[in-house]
């Protein structure tokens, strides 16, 4: 090749597959030095095990929440069935529960402080 050509136009020759050689064995190297120091349990984890890490606070806060409006609503259905008022009972224990299940869900994620003495209590807390 001419010097016309430029630095670029090389192409590469044994001593480049040489360094690549090198580079790989100095990589599988590295490789099974990492694996020998790896914690095992780091080792044996299972692949298919399902990533826990949002999904069962999301459930739970989704289940509060629905949980308020729904017995909200049945105690204000009741209510009314038994006092002759529809629907001001329904309407009022719906809100209610709907405030009670967003109070549930603000707690859980930790927007709102748990109440010093009641929501410590090993007899009232939740076991998850």
Do not use: C, H, Q
């Not at 806060?61 to 008022?85: H, I, K, P, Q, S």
């Not at 719906?94 to 410590?120: E, T, Y």
């Amino acid at each position: 090749m001419s010097e016309a050509d430029g630095p670029g136009n090389e192409r590469p020759g044994r001593e480049r597959r040489d360094e690549d050689a090198s580079l790989s064995r100095r990589l599988k190297d590295l490789d099974r030095r990492i694996g020998t120091v790896r914690p095992e349990e780091e080792k044996v984890a299972d692949p298919d095990a399902p990533p826990r890490t949002g999904y069962a606070l999301a459930l739970r806060m989704g289940a509060d929440l629905v949980a308020g409006v729904l017995v909200g609503a049945v105690l204000g259905w009741g209510v009314d069935w038994l006092l002759g008022t529809s629907p001001w009972g329904l309407i009022v224990f719906f809100l209610v529960g709907f405030a009670a299940g967003l109070l549930s869900v603000m707690r859980s994620a930790g927007m709102i402080a748990k109440r010093p003495g009641i929501d410590d209590d090993p007899a009232t807390r939740r076991f998850d």
